[in-house]
């Protein structure tokens, strides 16, 4: 397993963009496909989008698709989230997750470790 830490997240208005970073330790980032969740109060946690081993391959639930963008840095152990016009409804916290396999994008069970995870409210 590999340890993962989130940070970026903090309280922002509509509208804005913020990028949340994930840094993995260890020396095999680039073995793991990479994925970011959210959980909003009372709800389940749900799929974001996830990026592949080497980043050429990206994945994003329907609805962010357009707004969000995953990237990857693996000489720097990092994996990125790009979020645009922030919305009310984007209020989560953010968590990234690591997987050595996957056989969806969306497959939680699929990823092996998980960061705490990062808070992001958007004010409206």
């Known amino acids: 397993q590999v340890q993962l830490v989130e940070s970026g997240g903090g309280l922002v208005q509509a509208g804005v963009s913020l990028r949340l970073s994930c840094v993995a330790s260890?020396?095999?980032?680039?073995?793991?496909?990479m994925g970011w969740f959210r959980q909003a109060p009372g709800k389940e946690r749900e799929f974001v989008g996830g990026?592949?081993?080497?980043?050429?391959?990206?994945g994003y639930a329907d609805s962010l698709k357009g707004r969000f963008t995953i990237s990857r840095d693996n000489a720097k152990n990092t994996v990125f989230l790009q979020m645009n016009s922030l919305k009310p409804e984007d209020s989560a916290v953010y968590y990234c997750?690591?997987?050595?396999?996957?056989?969806?994008?969306?497959?939680?069970?699929?990823?092996?470790?998980w960061g705490q995870g990062t808070q992001v409210p958007v004010s409206s």
């Open positions: 997750a690591a997987a050595y396999q996957i056989t969806h994008w969306d497959r939680q069970d699929d990823y092996d470790s």
């Open positions: 990026i592949s081993r080497s980043g050429v391959s990206t």
């Open positions: 260890g020396r095999t980032f680039s073995s793991y496909v």
